[in-house]
């Protein structure tokens, strides 16, 4: 069974623009950008596919590889010469544009906020942990130990999410601020993400308060009375 890029391949050869390439196969059309650098480009040599004209200045003009010390013609062949095949995955696969990277970034951001809602999670008062930092052998023989209390861990915890919130705030505003200096231009899809992300954190902020609560009453009736 062919692979994606090997059907796309066939399609590219018929005629297709990447763009309805990338439609076709529902992928992005970095993705696309990839499929021609990491696939098509060798199989076009394979099947002695004749070389596309080459944009610029004419061969042995000092200006055909670009001014002194640029680097942008060298690009492609120094990431396959250096980085592993899967960063260069990554990179060709990256946004080309500002707005779409600071979304990917905000995606990541919130992403690192709901993994922490797991990692940092306190169960209750009875909730320490206790690690052993250090050991001595020798002359010298003994252990020290950590202890973090519930309220240690629950305040730690609390802080570190508010400064990520805050971070992802400010980076949502800025998404904002470029969504209107570039209005005529942005698409509705980059419009209505600033939308979906606040109803997301919106729904978990909501689902935190809510077991939040819980948990303080259930602490609070776990108290010795007086």
Request: proline share 4%; no cysteine; hydrophobic share 35%.
């Amino acid at each position: 069974m062919k692979e994606n890029w090997e059907l796309a391949y066939e399609d590219y050869k018929k005629g297709l623009k990447r763009k309805e390439i990338a439609e076709k196969y529902n992928v992005s059309i970095n993705t696309v950008k990839s499929w021609k650098t990491r696939h098509w480009n060798k199989m076009d040599k394979k099947e002695g596919a004749p070389p596309k004209k080459k944009k610029g200045a004419p061969l042995g003009n000092k200006n055909a590889t670009g001014p002194p010390g640029n680097k942008h013609a060298e690009k492609h062949g120094f990431f396959s010469k250096w980085l592993p095949e899967e960063t260069q995955q990554i990179i060709g696969e990256m946004p080309t544009n500002e707005i779409d990277t600071l979304w990917m970034n905000i995606q990541l951001q919130f992403a690192a906020i709901i993994r922490a809602q797991k990692l940092m999670y306190v169960h209750d008062q009875q909730d320490k942990t206790i690690e052993k930092i250090e050991e001595k052998d020798g002359n010298v023989v003994g252990e020290r130990w950590e202890v973090q209390q519930a309220w240690d861990k629950q305040a730690t915890f609390l802080s570190a999410q508010s400064r990520a919130m805050k971070t992802l705030e400010s980076m949502i505003k800025q998404y904002n601020d470029m969504l209107h200096k570039n209005w005529d231009m942005v698409t509705e899809e980059q419009k209505e993400r600033v939308n979906l992300i606040r109803a997301q954190i919106n729904a978990v902020s909501a689902k935190t308060n809510e077991t939040d609560t819980e948990e303080g009453v259930m602490i609070v009736n776990d108290l010795p009375r007086s």
